[in-house]
T-cell receptor
Framework: GAGVSQSPSNKVTEKGKDVELRCDPI?????LYWYRQSLGQGLEFLIY????????KSGLPSDRFSAERTGGSVSTLTIQRTQQEDSAVYLC?????????????FGPGTRLTVT | AQSVTQLGSHVSVSEGALVLLRCNYS??????LFWYVQYPNKGLQLLLK??????LVKGINGFEAEFKKSETSFHLTKPSAHMSDAAEYFC?????????FGAGTRLTVKP
């Protein structure tokens, strides 16, 4: 079946511009996660959604970052006024539900380069 | 708060040699522990997970990991490395609704 998809696969933008990154989770998965992977830094948790509950935004690094999930499915991560330190791979994952023990399925990521 | 520490950002082994990737965790409750693998330009793929059943967990591609509560460790091993094992490996811990990842260990396999 279809896995988690992300678009675009690569994005180059100028400093100060806004960007939107999209994630399509596996159909039927109620939990959706966003992570940032910087070189040598591992995965940094950003935000997660579970069904219709309020998202856990505790990992968002600044108020320039926001995310939404429409209809409990597709999610968009928006970065406003991009900075060079925002350059990273942004990974999306989904799981059938939240809670420990449930495997997260990852998309291929969006590589963001801010020039 | 939950966290994991992966000892060694880079590990290099010869083909056919033992692979040992180290992971220590910190958790206030009995954790669930995971190992993921990331091949170049790909997303993460689950290798194996510990969910409080057997302490020795077998995963895909011949990997296994042992949960040792006394050492707060969950090290990943494979008896004989293959060239195709070259990748980045991430240990992760889950106490509740989210998952926290280690910084990753890049495995290189020499012919």
């Amino acid at each position: 079946g279809a896995g988690v998809s992300q678009s675009p696969s690569n994005k180059v933008t100028e400093k100060g511009k806004d960007v939107e990154l999209r994630c399509d989770p596996i159909s039927g998965h109620t939990a959706l996660y966003w992570y940032r992977q910087s070189l040598g830094q591992g995965l940094e948790f950003l935000i997660y959604f579970q069904g219709n509950s309020a998202p856990d935004k505790s990992g968002l690094p600044s108020d320039r970052f926001s995310a939404e999930r429409t209809g409990g499915s597709v999610s968009t991560l928006t970065i406003q006024r991009t900075q060079q330190e925002d350059s990273a791979v942004y990974l999306c994952a989904s799981s059938i539900t939240s809670g420990k023990g449930y495997e997260q399925y990852f998309g291929p990521g969006t590589r963001l380069t801010v020039t | 708060a939950q966290s994991v520490t992966q000892l060694g950002s880079h590990v290099s082994v010869s083909e056919g040699a033992l692979v040992l990737l180290r992971c220590n965790y910190s958790s206030s409750v009995p954790p669930y522990l995971f190992w993921y693998v990331q091949y170049p330009n790909k997303g993460l793929q689950l290798l194996l997970k510990y969910t409080s059943a057997a302490t020795l967990v077998k995963g895909i591609n011949g990997f296994e990991a042992e949960f040792k509560k006394s050492e707060t460790s969950f090290h990943l091993t494979k008896p004989s490395a293959h060239m195709s094992d070259a990748a980045e490996y991430f240990c992760a811990v889950s106490e509740g609704n989210d998952m926290r990842f280690g910084a990753g260990t890049r495995l290189t396999v020499k012919p």
